[in-house]
């Protein structure tokens, strides 16, 4: 596609429900990267993907997050049991290659509401 | 936690002035990004600037590094009101391949 879609743009769930966010990358794109943005703050780094493995998952907040890619295109981001701290914008975002010198091409976002 | 800070938090000036952010972070990097948001949603990328360089232009962005302090600052020159937006540095910590953002800088520029 020409850019990175992300989908739902906002999903508004019930405390406890599952959800799951989806994001599509740019087609070619072997790096893929998922944030979090709390309102007025900065991003959070949650994981990133080199292919279908991701190499670093230091930054997913609890065991209710978990990610996966399949097929070096479409991942998603599953947060089981939801809480009204998960309330905040995901944004995906995906690069040519993967590698510190590499420029992020970023979707729109999810606005998740935990109410 | 943040690898980068940005400062000042928030800036206002009128359109004409020039724009004026910096970024401070901790660990060595080998490069460091800017990239603006609109409306809290996607980022842009606006520039990137290599550990080995000290100054870098593009079209009314002046990016500067000084990897001794560990600072970067973005200039905007002759702003408009269309530059209104937040403003984030970003850099791969100790050589790793993620990118981590700063806090940001609200930019807003009056009519």
């Known amino acids: 596609g020409a850019g990175v879609s992300q989908s739902p743009s906002n999903k508004v769930t019930e405390k406890g429900k599952d959800v799951e966010l989806r994001c599509d990358p740019i087609s070619g794109h072997t790096a893929l990267y998922w944030y979090r943005q709390s309102l007025g703050q900065g991003l959070e780094f949650l994981i990133y993907f080199q292919g279908n493995s991701a190499p670093d998952k230091s930054g997913l907040p609890s065991d209710r997050f978990s990610a996966e890619r399949t097929g070096g295109s479409v991942s998603t981001l599953t947060i089981q049991r939801t809480q009204q701290e998960d309330s905040a914008v995901y944004l995906c975002a995906s690069s040519p290659e993967w590698g510190a010198g590499e420029k992020l091409f970023f979707g729109s976002g999810t606005q998740l509401s935990v109410l | 936690s943040q690898q980068g800070e940005e400062d000042p938090q928030a800036l206002s000036i009128q359109e004409g002035e020039n724009a004026t952010m910096n970024c401070s972070y901790k660990?060595?990097?080998?490069?460091l990004q800017w990239y603006r948001q609109n409306s809290g949603r996607g980022l842009v990328h606006l520039i990137l600037?290599?550990?080995?360089?000290r100054e870098k232009h593009s079209g009314r962005l002046r990016v500067t590094l000084d990897t001794s302090k560990k600072s970067s600052s973005l200039l905007i020159t002759a702003s408009r009101a269309a530059d209104t937006a937040s403003y984030f540095c970003a850099t791969p910590p100790g050589g790793t391949d993620k990118l981590i953002f700063g806090t940001g800088t609200r930019l807003q520029v009056f009519p």
């Open positions: 600037i290599r550990s080995n360089e």
């Open positions: 660990t060595s990097i080998n490069n």
